[in-house]
């Protein structure tokens, strides 16, 4: 007898696609010291934290360091003041109506959307768009709902759904039954979104197979247009099918100060092996109070602090900074004559490769001749191939740089 | 077909411990509204933030809103200028040797504690101590590493090895071969501590067994005896077969601003079915990186201020605070002739209850009488019934209070 690993570990391709990007850069950088290298790659924001923020979160801290504020233990599912805003500000004004004990907060819609396929039986199908955020794909072949990658760069027993331009990145209604469907609209890595009616075939699908939607809706923020839904509980009857999840990372700068969340509605039911339904709500908490500890007490704070009057207007001139760097991409690639899509509601582009060229040689081109930065679109999934993420994370001054430097280039 | 549950969740037999004696005391309360109830349960400190702590972590949230300084998302195994300053100042000092990518900075040991079991097979047998810390029980049997719970409050298929007055604490080497153990020390819930020579012969037992020691050393800023490992690794050959959790919690006060971290060595392997050795530095940070996203910036720069000389000087002036309150509980109630365990080497006493009473009886009783709150230690696991739990980390006045009120009780 000996201890075991997971041995479902194995069986991770690891693409290390940032990891991979970071040694090109690096070469290129070595080979090339006087090189001013422009990042368009990886999806962070640039913008500090709003001034409310940083003013509530220091206060916060304060009280942290005084005998008769000081805060120990919080509840594992977050404090009741953050969770009220966050009920009357993102939902009630869209007329959805959740109780405070739906709402779960966390560090990171990424840890939430990785640890939640913890709550569902090894024996469900999972359904995910190609190309995908990897955290949904690799968070289940760990738990050993896979078989081993394929050829084409596909986990065995997984259903990939493809989102190219070929079908105007409208994924299809799966052909065979699937009990887990990950959406992510507006959607990384494509910076497409889903509207409504859309969304509803989804909703529609997942009622009449017993099948739950995991919605991942960190971008909603970006969203621009009418038609497009912020929460898939503005689509009727989601209640009973869909989780979703929500972050500060996008809309007010949180990707290093961690903090998210996840609704689940005591409606959303799945099944145990006789058929008998349970709520997923009661599960969920289950986990969180057994395997999490709360957030910390100052970043639920500043948190809160996102949704004062100072705060909102503050994250929303963020977001037009850097929906107006969006624009500058969008326009420059279209007048090259290049192919986009996304980037109207979500601070990602994505490009079509010019013909015959693959998503890393593309890389390579812009990276030596341009000096700028993207992601490579495999890195996403197999659909990816043949295309390119830009992300608009970046300064005015050096999009308009980037895009006049690829101008330039014979493509 | 429809989604199915994970059907482990149902096995968890909820005993809601905190739960309970909240109700308990609200009940009581209501009741009694004069009652003033003083609360030696819950095992969270009181003594707020150390300045120099609150100083960094302020001047790191400054840092945040401004461009020039701002961090968005960091390293998900944690910044590098925490983990030297824990490897040099935790661990160097104390003989032993790490490198910066075996020491993983994450939001808590409880997430730690309870996420680790993720990296090995479902096939491993798991042994705890009883009374033991619940996250280890629970969260593999959420795993699906365990039968339902027996008659006897014990989850088939798990090793539980009893610590009780007739064996003076020491748990005894498994009869049948184990996979992984589960060891906290100082322990919660019973506020004992074991022996250099003690812990080696676990170390010698999980070298021969091919077996690995999940090591909680929470509480080892407790520690005042000299014979007391406050690192597994002081222990020769401990890093080919242990993994080690530390918190910011106890020793700082912590628990509501949310840092901790563990340490895998390289050495430490695990076996696929082939009978292959690998790493399991490796799969953790694979975890961590899947599954998690760093901790917030500016608790990563309070947490390094933690070692600064002044937030030192801090530290142990609390520690002495909460040691001293500590020693008033074990005099008090030795005095009136209890056996009470514990709270040298932790902020934890753990009382006998008196002849023919339960946990739950003597929680009742002092509830009642004296009107303060412990934790009942059959709440710990089977064998914790007969024993009762008194935490340190209420101020000095009230622990002299509640031990003169205790004293005047007919037990």
Known sequence: MAVKINENYMLIKSNYLFAEIARRVD??????????????????????????????????????????TFMGYGPEQGYSFLIKEIIEKDYAVRGIKLDEDEVFISDG??????????????????????PVYPVYVESNVMAGRSGAMDEDGKYDGMVYIPCTADNDFTPELPETPVDLIYLCYPNNPTGTALTKDELAKWVEYARENNSIILFDAAYEAYITEDNIPHSIYEIEGAREVAIEFRSFSKNA??????????????????????GEAHSLNPLWNRRQTTKFNGVSYPVQVAAKAVYSEEGQAEIKESIAYYMKNAEIIRESLKEMGLSIYGGVNSPYIWV?????????????????????????????????????????????????EAMERISKLEI
Chains 1, 2 share one sequence.
């Open 352 to 400: 079509k490769t010019p013909e015959g060229m693959t998503s890393w040689e593309f890389f390579d081109l812009l990276l030596s001749k341009a000096n700028v930065v993207g992601t490579p679109g495999v890195g996403f999934g197999p659909s990816g191939e043949g295309y390119f993420r830009i992300t608009a994370f970046n300064t005015l001054e050096n999009t308009k």
């Open 253 to 274: 700068g949180f990707t290093g100060t961690r903090c998210a969340f996840t609704v689940v509605p005591k409606e959303v039911k799945a099944y145990d092996s006789e």
């Open 27 to 68: 070469r290129f950088q070595e080979e090339n010291p006087e090189a001013d290298i422009i990042k368009m790659g990886i999806g962070d924001v640039t913008i500090p934290l709003p001034k409310a923020v940083v003013k509530a979160f220091k206060a916060a801290v304060d009280e942290m360091g005084e005998k008769e």
């Open 109 to 130: 819609a990424k840890c939430d959307t990785g640890n939640i396929q913890e709550i569902f039986g090894l024996d469900n199908t999972i359904a995910v768009t190609d």
